[in-house]
């Protein structure tokens, strides 16, 4: 069954950014529409930005136009670049399968600090 594990978080100040990674263990993103979601302190999970298996994009509000999901050629990678990031977003970020999801992993914390 597929495995992923997500990276790439870490500390940053307002404005900043960090490009997040999400790594599966066999190639299906091509066949597959993946999702990135967040769960910030004391609220619940929401969801992010999502890419299809033909490529189509598509965003929260709240990222819109600081945010781009992609993926590598290969299919084995799913990122998410975040530009001028915010202190509201901060949270631990997860990628999951849209449509038949695995359980949760671990996520990577990203935390937007002055």
């Known amino acids: 069954q597929v495995q992923f594990a997500e990276s790439g978080g870490g500390l940053v100040q307002p404005g900043g950014s960090l490009r997040l990674s999400c790594v599966a263990s066999?190639?299906?993103?091509?066949?597959?529409?993946m999702d990135w979601y967040r769960q910030a302190p004391g609220k619940q999970r929401e969801w992010v930005a999502g890419?299809?298996?033909?490529?189509?994009?598509n965003y929260a509000d709240f990222v819109k136009g600081r945010f781009t999901i992609s993926r590598n050629h290969n299919a084995t990678t799913v990122y998410l670049q975040m530009d001028s990031l915010q202190f509201e977003d901060t949270a631990v970020y997860f990628c999951?399968?849209?449509?038949?999801?695995?359980?949760w992993g671990q996520g990577t914390q990203v935390t937007v600090s002055s």
């Open positions: 999951n399968l849209r449509h038949r999801p695995r359980p």
């Open positions: 066999t190639s299906i993103f091509n066949i597959a529409t």
């Open positions: 890419i299809t298996s033909d490529g189509n994009r």
